[in-house]
Each structure stands twice: as structure tokens, then as C-alpha cells.
């Protein structure tokens, strides 16, 4: 039984992974304090305090693979002191970690601008907590089940809520004490008494949620408006536009701002924009030499890639840009084609037989820089090609990281 496990005090640009960080008496299995630009990947937190903590002030930091069982509070906090701007946290990414049996799940308290992408809470008090002045948040694609409450937002406002599975919780799916957040295509099921339950807020947009046996869909206690959605085989679709706000936009023109694959792609040759990669690649004045940058976000496909290009995040942040497989049986990039780079991305899904995160055939002079790859069965693998340059790359979870095959 120790203090803290790991302690990263001010400490900036480390790398944390592969560690198990257990059973720390009183104390954080890892902890960062005032400390920039870290990234801690598949480490293991079980029977501490709390398994991850981020406080006083650190910020853009990066958690990817991690784990967080049976802590006696949090699986995962983020905390600042309301008063002290300097100690605020902000800019954070948390990305596939998991934060189960723990009392609560995933806390972020006076802590803003992070990213919380493709995470599991399950079997906590609350699975995703947005507490207190905790605004601009972006929680995309997590899965938030058998909690006893599901994500709550409290005293925040401007948060971003999509893309989310919240199911079997035993109060609900979705609770909103807050202003101009917006809430949309969720799937959330089989809620104990609430599917959404909003209280003394306004300004909030909730859209294209799907609501299924929940014991009451939705709950709110203002004076929102709600439309009629639709109700099919106890599934329907609402949509709350507060009148002030929305009152000139039609549901055509918001279905259309708020649909699930709301990230761009764009040629920055061209001009043109897209919705996929894939379409992209595809589109006919897209030529070789091109570059597209991606924004931040989750595409589900799988992308060929044939004409020599270069592919990047917008952001430069693999944390933000998922690239995650459409078809787990396929590569995520499948290149055949040489002078490609890809940079700046998180890869992950392709877990069939043989399957790449990033597939070269063929590619030569191909780089590969900047990426965090995992749960694939090859992270990299390259086939009939003379060089290729594979740099600065995470890959983890994966049954080979980088193969010649």
C-alpha cells in the first residue's frame, strides 16, 4: 500500500503506459498536477482513491486504453477550484478508457474544452458527471450503462452530448441542469425512470434521440418546447427547440445542422468539402498531390485510398479525429498507392483476421506519422513496397503493432 501511484507534478511531454496502478491506500493511482502535453495509454487503476486524477491546472493531455476499476470514488476526475483560474483544467482528451465499479464514473468539475470519445462507464453512480461550470465539453460516441444515473450535466452550459448509448440505468438516461447544451442522436434505452430529464434550464437543442422503454421518455420542468417527433414500436425521435433561439429555424434546416455525421472533410486544393473521407478520395477534382484535412470527430468507415495524398487531422491531434471501421472484417486505410501520408489520427476497429489499422501495399515512399492505433489485429502493416517512413505512432491492443507480413 503506497501514497500515489504514479505523480506527475509539473511535468510535461512524458509518455505513462503499460503501468498498473493498484491499491494505493488513500491516494490517486496516477495523478497529474499542473502538468502539459502528457499522454497515458493503457494503464490499469484498481482499488485506489481515485484511479485517474488531472487537477490544478493541467491541460492538454491525452488518455487513451486505460482502465479504472473499483475505486472507492472516482474512476476518472478531472477537478479545478472554481475561484483559481489558475488552476483550471481544460483541453484534455479521454478516448476508449473504461471506468467501471467505481462510485462514480467519469467527473470533470470546473473543467472545460475536453473531449471524451468512444469511452465505457458502466456499473457507477453516475457514469459521466459535467459538473459545475464545466463548459464547451465534447462527449461523443461513449457507452454509459447499468449506472444508476447515466450522464449528468450540472450548472454547465455549451457542452456537446451526441452519438451516445445510455442504457439500463436505474434513474436515467440523460439529466440536464444547464444552459445551450446541445443533445442529440443518442440512443437511450431501457432507462429505469427517465430517459432525458431536464430541469430549470434553457436554451438547450435536443435532437434525433432515440427513446426506447424508458419508463418515461422525457421529463423537463420549463418551459421548452417540445415538437411531435415521431413514435414507432415505442421508439420515437423529439426535438426541443426553445423558442428564442430557434424560432426561424424549421426541423428540414436542423436535421440537417445536427445530423449524426456533423465533422467535414475538406480538399484544401480544391475548396471542396465532404462528409467522409472516402468521398473525399473519391471526388473527381480530387488529384494526386492533394491534401485533406479531416475535422475533428468520428467517421465510421473504411477508406481506400488510391490516389497519392496526403491525409491529416485538422486539429494535428489523433485524440479528437477517430477513424474507427465501418466493418471490423476490413483495414481502416487500405493504401495502394504511393506517396501517401496519413497523420494525426486515432485508428482502431479493425479486429478480423489479418486486418490493418493502416494497410500498405504496394505504397511506396508512404509516410505514417503521428497516429494512435489500436484494437486492430496489425497496427501498421506494410506488403511489396521498397520504403516507407513509420514515425512517432501509438499502437496498442493490437496483436501484431507493426509488421512486414
Known amino acids: 500500500m503506497n501514497g500515489r501511484g504514479i505523480y506527475l507534478d509539473h511535468a510535461h511531454n512524458n509518455t505513462v503506459m503499460n503501468n498498473n496502478a493498484s491499491n494505493n491506500g488513500c491516494c490517486e493511482g496516477i495523478c497529474l498536477c499542473g502538468s502539459c502535453y502528457n499522454t497515458v495509454v493503457n494503464n490499469t487503476a484498481i482499488g485506489n482513491e481515485d484511479g485517474f486524477m488531472i487537477y490544478f491546472g493541467s491541460r492538454n493531455n491525452t488518455f487513451i486504453d486505460n482502465i479504472a476499476h473499483s475505486n472507492r470514488n472516482n474512476g476518472i476526475i478531472e477537478w479545478s477550484q472554481t475561484g483559481a483560474p489558475s488552476t483550471w483544467c481544460r483541453d484534455n482528451t479521454f478516448i476508449n478508457n473504461t471506468a467501471n465499479d467505481n462510485l462514480d464514473g467519469i467527473w470533470l468539475y470546473c473543467a472545460s474544452n ?119 414500436a415505442n421508439a420515437s425521435r423529439l426535438y426541443n427547440f426553445t423558442p428564442t433561439e430557434f424560432e426561424h429555424v424549421s426541423v428540414l434546416e436542423m436535421e440537417h445542422q445536427m445530423k449524426k455525421l456533423p465533422s467535414t472533410v475538406h480538399n484544401l486544393d480544391t475548396g471542396e468539402s465532404f462528409s467522409t473521407l472516402q468521398e473525399a478520395i473519391d471526388a473527381v477534382n480530387t488529384t494526386d498531390g492533394h491534401t485533406i484535412a479531416v475535422d475533428a470527430g468520428i467517421y465510421n468507415e473504411n477508406v481506400d485510398v488510391y490516389k497519392s495524398v496526403t491525409l491529416k487531422s485538422s486539429s494535428g491531434n489523433p485524440a479528437n479525429t477517430v477513424i474507427q471501421a465501418a466493418n471490423p472484417n476490413d483495414h481502416v486505410f487500405n493504401v495502394t498507392a504511393d506517396n501517401i501520408t496519413i497523420r494525426g489520427f486515432t485508428v482502431n476497429g479493425s479486429t478480423g483476421h489479418e486486418k490493418a489499422g493502416i494497410y500498405l501495399y504496394g505504397a511506396n515512399h508512404s509516410v505514417v506519422s503521428n497516429n494512435s492505433i489500436s484494437n486492430c489485429y496489425y497496427g501498421v502493416r506494410v506488403s511489396s513496397l521498397w520504403y516507407c517512413d513509420i514515425t512517432d505512432n501509438i499502437i496498442s491492443k493490437c496483436y501484431y503493432g507493426i509488421s512486414g507480413k
Open 114 to 232: 475536453n473531449t471524451l470519445i468512444s469511452n465505457i462507464a458502466e456499473n457507477n453512480d453516475h457514469g459521466i458527471a459535467i459538473d459545475t461550470s464545466s463548459n464547451n465539453n465534447a462527449v461523443t460516441g461513449n457507452t454509459v450503462t447499468n449506472n444508476d444515473k447515466g450522464i449528468y450535466v450540472y450548472s454547465s452550459s455549451d457542452n456537446t452530448i451526441t452519438d451516445n448509448t445510455c442504457s439500463h440505468n436505474t434513474e436515467y438516461g440523460i439529466y440536464i441542469l444547464g444552459n445551450h447544451n446541445k443533445i442529440c442522436c443518442n440512443d437511450i434505452k431501457y432507462n429505469g425512470d427517465y430517459g432525458i430529464k431536464i430541469y430549470s434550464s434553457f436554451g438547450n437543442c435536443l435532437f434525433g434521440n432515440d427513446f426506447v422503454e424508458n419508463n418515461l421518455d422525457h421529463l423537463e420542468h420549463t418551459s421548452q418546447a417540445w415538437d411531435n417527433g415521431y413514435d414507432a
